[in-house]
């Protein structure tokens, strides 16, 4: 049998392990405001689930969980136009999680290069869950049958692997088009953020200083100092984008610049062309603070009333399981189980 064709519908999650970097705000939960106005359907899920494949201690996962429900919402993301929740509160993200374990072959495990690096020399010590990790990806997406699903680019693979479930469930069952094929939505000038004093690497919430990250809890002063103390080179702003070449830290500036003000890193140049560091590091520091201060201060009046940011995220597990119930109660009786 061939399924109906797919209305778009669009799905993302982050992980509630830890504080959140300016690294998820440009590349992830900025872009997704944005998706939010333009027409298609939006859930946004802090992946609580996801987060426990490695130890997690319980109070710092509640904190963390509603701490990234409070980023989405200073950030913009509006419950009364997108399905905003935690993963864990809709059941079926384990129930078509499970499914998929047995649709998934452990040779498509072993390429998933997330788990190598994370898992790394003592694979053998990881837990279960984090191996299994991109198959409960796979039904965070395809229980609301979502056809993008913007990430980062680290995460590509893992929205492919997505594809290949869906395919082999659709053939196996012989239920041609059930599950969709999703498109990961990779693009913006910021979409990977670099460490402030070393631009090879990722900028990360688990970095050693706290001088290479924006934390999106900082206030106004540390994000102006941060910026002000990033590294860079001794050259100044080039004339031209080819310039920036080679030259990491001065790169990352530029994007995110560009990704703050929403301009391509050409403008940017065009802008500041021959512009030395003295003058450049302070623009982008008002810039950013102008940015992100508002929204670091309205997480801590949301952090003040955590029932009310438990309240908004059961409103839309709801929404959420509306969505989910036929399509888990369809795909039940295309496996055959009795109900
Ligand atoms: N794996 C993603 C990350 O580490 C988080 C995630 C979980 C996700 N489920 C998802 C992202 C579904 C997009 C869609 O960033």
Not at 38 to 56: P, R, S
Not at 81 to 97: D, R
């Amino acid at each position: 049998m061939t399924e109906a064709a797919h209305t778009p519908r669009v799905f993302s999650g982050i992980k509630p392990s830890g504080g959140l970097t300016l690294g998820n705000y440009l590349g992830a939960i900025k872009r997704w405001v944005d998706m939010q106005d333009q027409g298609m359907e939006t859930l946004y899920c802090v992946v609580d689930m996801h987060a426990i494949t490695v130890w997690q201690d319980p109070a710092a996962l509640t904190h963390a969980t509603r701490e990234v429900a409070a980023a989405f919402i200073a950030s913009g993301i509006d419950p009364a136009k997108s399905i905003l929740f935690n993963q864990s509160m809709v059941s079926g993200h384990a129930e078509l999680g499970w499914i998929f374990n047995c649709v998934a072959r452990v040779g498509w495990m072993n390429r998933m290069t997330q788990f190598k690096d994370k898992a790394g020399k003592s694979a053998e010590k990881a837990s279960l869950g984090l191996y299994a990790y991109p198959s409960l990806m796979a039904a965070d997406i395809l229980l609301y049958h979502a056809t993008h699903v913007p990430v980062g680019e680290d995460q590509k693979q893992h929205v492919e692997l997505t594809r290949d479930i869906a395919a082999k469930f659709n053939h196996d069952y012989k239920c041609d088009n059930f599950f969709p094929a999703p498109e990961p939505v990779i693009e913006g000038p910021a979409t990977r953020v670099m460490n402030l004093r070393d631009g090879s690497k990722k900028m990360s919430k688990s970095g050693a200083s706290d001088m290479e990250r924006i934390n999106m809890t900082d206030d106004a002063d540390t994000i102006a100092k941060k910026f002000k103390k990033a590294r860079t080179d001794p050259d100044g702003l080039p004339d031209t984008l080819e310039g920036l070449q080679g030259r990491a830290e001065a790169r990352n500036l530029v994007d995110i610049y560009a990704g703050l003000s929403n301009q391509s890193p050409e403008a940017v140049i065009a802008e500041y062309a021959g512009a030395g560091w003295g003058r450049f590091k302070p623009a982008l520091a008002d810039l950013a603070v102008d940015k992100l201060a508002p929204i670091s201060t309205e997480m801590k009046r949301l952090m003040d009333d955590p029932a009310e940011i438990d309240r908004v995220l059961r409103h839309g597990a709801d929404q959420a399981r509306a969505i989910a119930e036929p399509i888990l109660a369809r795909t039940r009786e295309i496996v055959g189980f009795v109900s």
